[in-house]
């Protein structure tokens, strides 16, 4: 693989694929196939996912449609209610979402959807886009399951541009209608096993969906990419722990690919000394991560080796929302490469993450990083990283996982 061979993956792939559509399956025999060229055999593992068809959505303010998306999996519906701002999630401001189709800033996490919910509030409203922006892009969003427990109400997401507009204006009174179809629908996780001598094995993953808006090409076909050019070199090279390449699905709608391989695949998880994932490499822009969930003594064994391969790595240790985490959360270490590039540089979920964020010749330098730190792992005597889990990264995943409130 080299710089030309990348770019056109990049090229190749520059369309939406959300997790669950057709494009995303179209993606998964993409990958396929580019093992296949290189005489590996990968397979496609389906699983299901929830999918709904948006029919009609509106979201009126005194009697003015704005434009919006509705909340796929939100249910269907009508609401008209006093329209209010939570500008902030303390007791008092809580406490007048009573009745009211609230807006809120950010994102729709769990724990602020539980507070919508035990307040009273009857609609939401997000929003995103960047005031500064000229277009008016709205990203399709949805409800998910393990944030609603069933219990839905409408919402709708918004451009940025618009939300101010509504609080200049002094909104007043709101209506949210949905008519979607709900079911269940299939994702994909394409997997890859190059066996070693040893029983137990090392495994990579990363995401190759993308988000409404996106092409995705720096989050993550660049992480994608990343794992064919690891095992186009393990394919030619000797390692002593058998690996296995996960390109997983629906990571955008909440590491669904990679929750459902370690449910599927339980108890072969035994047999994982390590995992390392790649979630967005090789931007023109920006510094190299490595963040571990695991013990601390790795986040050393990277700095040491960083400053032997020469190649600059800010490594740390802390819980990384990708894809990296399902296998955590089993007690699997895990470690997460990225490039992360500021933001006024490059930016992801949105319109803008194209394949002219990425550079054929950074790809070649953060993949050869990957395979010169993942072949210390694979031909290791033993694994030197410890198959545990210590306490504060426990606590962390369970922030992260919604089973624990961060109290900060």
Not at 26 to 42: D, N, P
Not at 70 to 84: Q, T
Not at 331 to 338: D, L, N, R, Y
Request: negative net charge.
């Amino acid at each position: 693989m080299n710089a030309d061979k990348i770019m056109k993956i990049f090229e190749d792939t520059a369309y939406v694929r959300m997790g669950g559509s057709p494009e995303e399956r179209k993606a998964a025999e993409y990958l396929q196939s580019k093992c296949a060229e290189m005489g590996l055999g990968a397979a496609i593992e389906a699983f299901d996912v929830d999918m709904a068809t948006m029919e009609n959505a509106v979201f009126a303010v005194d009697g003015k449609e704005i434009p919006c998306k509705g909340y796929l999996c939100a249910g269907c519906g009508e609401v008209e209610a006093p329209f209010y701002y939570l500008r902030d999630t303390d007791d008092y401001s809580l406490s007048q979402c009573k009745g009211k189709i609230v807006m809120i800033d950010g994102y729709l996490g769990y724990w602020v959807y539980q507070d919508l919910l035990e307040n009273g509030a009857v609609g939401f409203v997000t929003y995103d886009g960047n005031a500064n922006y000229t277009d008016w892009d709205i990203d399709q969003r949805e409800l998910r399951s393990y944030v609603s427990k069933g219990n839905k109400i409408p919402g709708v997401n918004i451009n940025a541009k618009s939300a101010i507009e509504l609080i200049r204006g002094d909104a007043k009174t709101a209506k949210i209608a949905l008519k979607q179809e709900e079911y269940i629908g299939k994702s994909h996780n394409v997997i890859l096993d190059l066996p070693g001598e040893d029983e137990k094995y090392i495994v990579f993953t990363a995401h190759y969906d993308s988000t409404s808006l996106s092409q995705g090409a720096y989050d993550n076909m660049s992480g994608s990419v990343g794992l064919l050019g690891i095992a186009e070199y393990f394919a030619k090279n000797p390692h002593r722990y058998g690996l296995r390449f996960i390109w997983c699905g629906s990571e955008e709608r909440g590491l669904l690919g990679s929750k459902a391989y370690c449910a599927d695949h339980e108890e072969a998880l035994k047999d994982v000394v390590l995992n390392i994932n790649l979630d967005m490499i090789g931007c023109i822009m920006g510094k190299f991560l490595a963040c571990c969930t695991s013990e601390e003594p790795l986040v050393q064994y990277i700095k040491y080796f960083s400053m032997e391969q020469g190649f600059g790595v800010k490594a740390y240790q802390d819980v990384y929302s990708s894809d990296s985490t399902p296998f955590a959360d089993k007690g699997i270490p895990a470690v997460s490469f990225a490039r992360i590039a500021p933001p006024n540089t490059a930016t992801i979920h949105n319109s803008y993450d194209t394949v002219a964020l990425m550079k054929g010749e950074q790809m070649m330098e953060d993949i050869d990083f990957i395979v010169a730190f993942a072949e210390r792992m694979a031909n290791a005597k033993r694994c030197p990283v410890a198959r545990m889990m210590p306490d504060n990264m426990k606590e962390k995943l369970d922030i992260y996982l919604a089973r624990k409130r961060d109290k900060k």
